[in-house]
């Protein structure tokens, strides 16, 4: 089975003098200000957001066009890509107004003695200095990631491949133009009759059950773009997870008394641990397995390496040691956490990363909220009946940990264009804390708006994330029956199949899609099957025009919808 690659690499520069500019900086405080500001409303809305790179990447385009042509000094692709870095680092922040949106639910249940309440200021500073310590983390393993395993990051290669095509003009490349500027159409306009018109419903389930369990399929363009880029051994190891937990799953849960329905919400409670399980064994022995690569990568990562574009170690170790004494600092006095379990969260944070980059460079998928109750389950056992540290010691790891993930997406459409990395995590660094300020100064306007919960914005991460608080505050052994079995057994079969990969990949599923594709409603995984079967069918027929114009299509799928969400959020902020 093939699967879609980038295009060739521009050349890396070797300086920041190309990208890095003050127009590129000014710009990508704006575009940050924005995304971080639009995003709180959507995720809390439907649970997840749009594509963040592409969006960043079509505004960044936009605004330096607009200067250009009043100053006389074109943009570049690696110019419009820092911009896109900012934008991308600020919406990171934008999502984690989920773990805000969770303390309040919790807060408003006055019998569990919960009261975590963050002012502004907390805000701004725990979500700056956990995303800025997430970065650095992250700063070393794109090497690993990005150039040796060469992940897909679908909405990064979208990005880069977006840029690409907008640099290069439509004389230069009409045709890739056109497939691009036909599939923005094509996801722009669907999203329209669906959401804004309201012409037909959003998704189409299976049945009454289908319909309790999710399984069926949504009209999204997008979802099919990120099939079509993932390729078609990601997309079917998704299609097995999918049929594993809501198709196979629910009967036998429920014909055992495991679960008293075959719904959704409760099937989750008991198909998330076997799903954490193939994901965390599939990422963390696919590392061990490049050991020696990895360990060179940290030797070779010094101010002596003149040819590497890439930040420093000793700046890396540096910024990550500062970093963490800050958070050290600010939870022992504003939240009343221990020093010792700020240092365990960063430690936790890490491996979080190492699993979740390699979740979300194969699937497209950030199993943030998965990841992030395993989290739960590990602060539940240090320090067991206590939600409070629970949720914020989850809350912080699982900060740190999507804001390094992130990074990576940025890295890939770096690699694309040929931007300086060094740049890149520059620009993230100056970005985050203005996404940080728009999440505090935006999430508390939406919460006096529309409220928190059931009777408002009902983020559904947030109410898992609760929920499994209160369940994991009265002892595991209200957990489901049999599901660290589950647990134990997905971890000793993604094991088996990682170490199996290299010899036969083209045979086996992959572990962690596999987790992923358990996890995320079969609603949204059904079109990314159908968009990489699309790619594998179209390159067999047409290995040529699929080479020419399968990747400038796929990205116009993903970019059209996102935008046109985009800018229906703001409206909805907006109040109109």
Same mark, same amino acid.
């Given at each position: 089975?093939?699967?879609?690659?980038?295009?060739?690499?521009?050349?890396?520069?070797?300086? #920041?003098?190309?990208?890095?500019?003050?127009?590129?900086?000014?710009?990508?405080?704006?575009?940050?200000?924005?995304?971080? *500001?639009?995003?709180?409303?959507? $995720?809390?809305?439907?649970?997840?957001?749009?594509?963040?790179? $592409?969006?960043?990447?079509?505004?960044?385009?936009?605004?330096?066009? #607009?200067?250009?042509?009043?100053?006389?000094?074109?943009?570049?692709?690696?110019?419009?890509?820092?911009?896109?870095?900012?934008?991308?680092?600020?919406?990171?922040?934008?999502?984690?107004?989920?773990?805000?949106?969770?303390?309040?639910?919790?807060?408003?249940?006055?019998?569990?003695?919960?009261?975590?309440?963050?002012?502004?200021?907390?805000?701004?500073?725990?979500?700056?200095? *956990?995303?800025?310590?997430?970065?650095?983390?992250?700063?070393?393993?794109?090497?690993?990631?990005?150039?040796?395993?060469?992940?897909?990051?679908?909405?990064?290669?979208?990005? &880069?491949?977006?840029?690409?095509?907008?640099?290069?003009?439509?004389?230069?490349?009409?045709?890739?133009?056109?497939?691009?500027?036909?599939?923005?159409?094509?996801?722009?306009?669907?999203?329209?009759?669906?959401?804004? %018109?309201?012409?037909?419903?959003?998704?189409?389930?299976? /049945? !009454?059950?289908?319909?309790?369990?999710?399984?069926?399929?949504?009209?999204?363009?997008?979802?099919?773009?990120? /099939?079509? %880029?993932?390729?078609?051994?990601?997309?079917?190891?998704?299609?097995?997870?999918?049929?594993?937990?809501?198709?196979?799953?629910?009967?036998?849960?429920? *014909?055992?008394?495991?679960?008293?329905?075959?719904?959704?919400?409760?099937?989750?409670?008991?198909?998330?641990?076997?799903?954490?399980?193939?994901?965390?064994?599939? &990422?963390?022995?696919?590392?061990?397995?490049?050991?020696?690569?990895?360990?060179?990568?940290?030797?070779?990562?010094?101010?002596?390496?003149?040819?590497?574009?890439?930040?420093?170690?000793?700046?890396? +170790?540096? &910024?990550?040691?500062?970093?963490?004494?800050?958070?050290?600092?600010?939870?022992?006095? =504003?939240?009343?956490?221990?020093?010792?379990?700020?240092?365990? =969260?960063?430690?936790?944070?890490?491996?979080?990363?190492?699993?979740?980059?390699?979740?979300?460079?194969?699937?497209?998928?950030?199993?943030?909220?998965?990841?992030?109750?395993?989290?739960?389950?590990?602060?539940?056992?240090?320090?067991?009946?206590?939600?409070?540290?629970?949720?914020?010691? !989850?809350?912080?790891?699982?900060?740190?940990?999507?804001?390094?993930?992130?990074?990576?997406?940025?890295?890939?459409?770096?690699?694309?264009?040929?931007?300086?990395?060094?740049?890149?995590?520059?620009?993230?660094?100056?970005?985050?804390?203005?996404?940080?300020?728009? +999440?505090?100064?935006?999430?508390?306007?939406? @919460?006096?708006?529309?409220?928190?919960?059931?009777?408002?914005?009902?983020?559904?991460?947030?109410?898992?994330?609760?929920?499994?608080?209160?369940?994991?505050?009265?002892?595991?052994?209200?957990?489901?029956?049999?599901?660290?079995?589950?647990?134990?057994?997905?971890?000793?079969?993604?094991?088996?199949?990682?170490?199996?990969?290299? @010899?036969?990949?083209?045979?086996?599923?992959?572990?962690?899609? +596999?987790?992923?594709?358990?996890?995320?409603?079969?609603?949204?995984?059904?079109?990314?099957?159908?968009?990489?079967?699309?790619?594998?069918?179209?390159?067999?027929?047409?290995?040529?025009?699929?080479?020419?114009?399968?990747?400038?299509?796929?990205?116009?799928?993903?970019?059209?919808?996102? %935008?046109?969400?985009?800018?229906?959020?703001?409206?909805?902020?907006?109040?109109?």
């Amino acid at each position: 089975m093939s699967t879609i690659h980038a295009p060739a690499a521009g050349p890396q520069t070797s300086g #920041a003098h190309r990208d890095l500019t003050l127009r590129a900086i000014a710009i990508s405080v704006i575009v940050a200000a924005l995304i971080g *500001a639009s995003y709180p409303y959507v $995720v809390l809305k439907i649970g997840y957001g749009p594509n963040i790179s $592409v969006v960043s990447a079509f505004f960044g385009y936009i605004m330096i066009s #607009a200067i250009g042509f009043l100053t006389g000094a074109r943009g570049s692709a690696v110019e419009n890509n820092i911009v896109q870095a900012g934008g991308t680092a600020a919406g990171q922040s934008g999502f984690m107004c989920v773990v805000l949106a969770a303390l309040d639910m919790l807060n408003a249940k006055p019998g569990l003695g919960f009261s975590v309440h963050l002012s502004v200021w907390q805000t701004f500073w725990w979500l700056t200095i *956990a995303g800025l310590t997430g970065v650095l983390m992250a700063v070393p393993l794109r090497r690993y990631y990005i150039d040796e395993e060469n992940l897909t990051f679908a909405d990064g290669m979208a990005a &880069g491949e977006v840029l690409l095509v907008l640099d290069q003009g439509r004389r230069e490349a009409a045709p890739r133009v056109a497939a691009l500027g036909l599939g923005m159409f094509l996801s722009g306009l669907l999203a329209v009759l669906r959401d804004k %018109l309201k012409l037909f419903a959003d998704s189409w389930y299976f /049945g !009454s059950s289908g319909m309790s369990l999710r399984m069926g399929t949504e009209a999204s363009l997008l979802s099919f773009g990120s /099939g079509m %880029l993932v390729g078609p051994r990601i997309a079917i190891s998704m299609g097995l997870g999918m049929i594993a937990s809501w198709v196979i799953a629910p009967r036998m849960l429920a *014909a055992h008394g495991i679960v008293p329905a075959p719904e959704f919400a409760s099937v989750l409670r008991w198909v998330m641990w076997p799903a954490t399980g193939f994901m965390v064994a599939g &990422g963390i022995t696919a590392l061990a397995l490049k050991w020696k690569l990895v360990s060179k990568t940290f030797a070779s990562f010094s101010t002596k390496n003149v040819s590497s574009t890439d930040l420093p170690i000793k700046y890396v +170790v540096a &910024g990550v040691a500062t970093l963490s004494l800050m958070l050290c600092v600010l939870q022992v006095y =504003s939240l009343d956490f221990p020093v010792w379990l700020t240092l365990v =969260s960063l430690v936790l944070s890490f491996f979080l990363m190492l699993v979740g980059t390699r979740v979300l460079g194969e699937t497209n998928w950030a199993p943030v909220s998965a990841l992030a109750n395993l989290m739960q389950a590990v602060f539940a056992v240090i320090s067991p009946g206590s939600m409070s540290v629970n949720m914020i010691g !989850s809350g912080m790891s699982g900060t740190v940990a999507v804001n390094g993930e992130t990074l990576m997406q940025t890295y890939k459409s770096g690699k694309i264009v040929g931007s300086n990395n060094r740049s890149l995590t520059i620009v993230q660094l100056i970005t985050i804390p203005v996404g940080s300020l728009a +999440v505090a100064l935006v999430y508390p306007a939406l @919460k006096a708006k529309y409220g928190i919960g059931d009777s408002g914005l009902t983020s559904p991460i947030s109410v898992k994330w609760a929920g499994f608080a209160e369940v994991l505050n009265q002892g595991f052994k209200q957990l489901p029956q049999g599901c660290f079995a589950a647990m134990l057994i997905a971890i000793a079969l993604g094991v088996v199949i990682t170490l199996l990969e290299p @010899k036969y990949s083209h045979f086996l599923p992959s572990p962690t899609a +596999v987790g992923i594709g358990m996890l995320v409603p079969g609603v949204s995984v059904m079109p990314m099957v159908a968009g990489g079967l699309c790619q594998w069918l179209w390159a067999k027929t047409s290995s040529k025009s699929e080479e020419k114009f399968c990747l400038p299509l796929a990205s116009g799928f993903i970019a059209g919808e996102a %935008l046109v969400v985009l800018v229906f959020a703001i409206e909805a902020m907006l109040g109109k």
